[in-house]
Structure formats: structure tokens, C-alpha cells
């Protein structure tokens, strides 16, 4: 479990997975996702996944709470392996429940997200897929020094998908 000012960072359980599913499931939280809310076998497929790769190579989303509000989920995020293209990369990623949006709950996971991927998994370079028009995410990943690093068509028919990212010496030259 990882702490920020504001959040709690925890590994997913089984007892998540209602809340899992109502964020993911929200037509709200998937505006800027063109696969669309989640139906129920995806999301238990995802949330299995997510489960599977913290047994395994030890990282993956966390369930997010509020400090405040402990017994509430408001949110998913944090490192997992994702394909871009033909490669696996180290992604940063995150859906919050819409209750949740313009706090800067976002911002503050993507910081712990990245000092976890450089920090604790000694990863040399973490990468994130926004959509061109999803100006609130594009603002995180700026805010978090994440810069614009190439484009990706991983959705056939649509606007190509904004690659962003950020080195360990990026990220070691930032806290100096």
C-alpha cells in the first residue's frame, strides 16, 4: 500500500470489484475511450488480469481511495504492461469515478505512479496513451513531465492516440 497527501494506494481484492466494475462501467468515465464502458465479463476479465499481475510481476493498477473516505473506491491506476504497437511498454494509466474529477486526484497518482516505476521497479522510462481530444488527461501528463513523444493508430477509424513520456533521467534531473 503506497500513501499520498490525499490517497491511498492499495493492491486490488475481490471485495473491489463491484466498485471496479461501476467506474469502469460508466458512460461518463469512458468519454475519451473508444472501446466504451466495460460490460460486465470484460471488466471481471481486467480486474482478474490486474490481480494476476501483482502475484506475478509485482505491480500493476491500484484501487484508489480517498485518506478521508477509506471504505470508498474512486478510483483505478497506477503501472502495467501495455502493447504499443508491437512492444510492451511500462504505461501509466487511471479511470476515476466522475464524483472524483477536477481534485487533482489524478495528478497526484500519476506523481506516485512514476517515483514508484523509477523508485521501485527501477524502470528506465514510463508511457501513457491519451486521446487527442481528452485535454484534462493531456494536463495531468504535462503537470507530471510527461512530454508528447510519438503518436499511435491503435484505434482503427479514429484519430491516432497521443504517446506521452518520461526517462528516469528526466524524472532524477526534475528533483534536482
Not at 500500500?1 to 467506474?23: A, C
Request: proline share 5%; net charge negative; aromatic share 12%.
Amino acid at each position: 500500500m503506497l500513501r499520498t497527501k490525499r490517497l491511498i494506494l492499495d493492491k486490488p481484492t475481490e471485495s473491489d470489484f463491484n466498485r471496479f466494475y461501476e467506474i469502469q462501467s460508466d458512460p461518463q468515465t469512458n468519454l475519451f475511450n473508444p472501446a466504451g464502458p466495460m460490460d460486465l465479463a470484460k471488466a471481471k476479465k481486467v480486474f482478474e488480469e490486474m490481480i494476476n499481475q501483482w502475484k506475478g510481476p509485482g505491480y500493476s493498477a491500484w484501487i484508489i481511495r480517498e485518506i478521508d473516505n477509506p471504505d470508498q473506491v474512486i478510483g483505478v491506476g497506477g503501472l502495467s504492461d501495455r502493447l504499443y504497437g508491437e512492444e510492451v511498454k511500462l504505461n501509466l494509466g487511471y479511470r476515476f469515478d466522475a464524483k472524483s474529477w477536477g481534485k487533482g486526484y489524478a495528478t497526484e497518482l500519476s506523481f506516485a505512479a512514476i517515483e514508484f516505476g523509477f523508485d521501485q521497479l527501477n524502470t528506465e522510462e514510463i508511457f501513457a496513451i491519451v486521446r487527442p481530444g481528452h485535454l484534462a488527461s493531456i494536463k495531468v501528463l504535462e503537470k507530471c513531465e510527461m512530454v508528447l513523444f510519438d503518436k499511435l493508430n491503435d484505434v482503427e477509424g479514429q484519430a491516432e492516440s497521443l504517446v506521452y513520456k518520461i526517462t528516469k533521467p528526466d524524472y532524477l534531473a526534475k528533483l534536482r
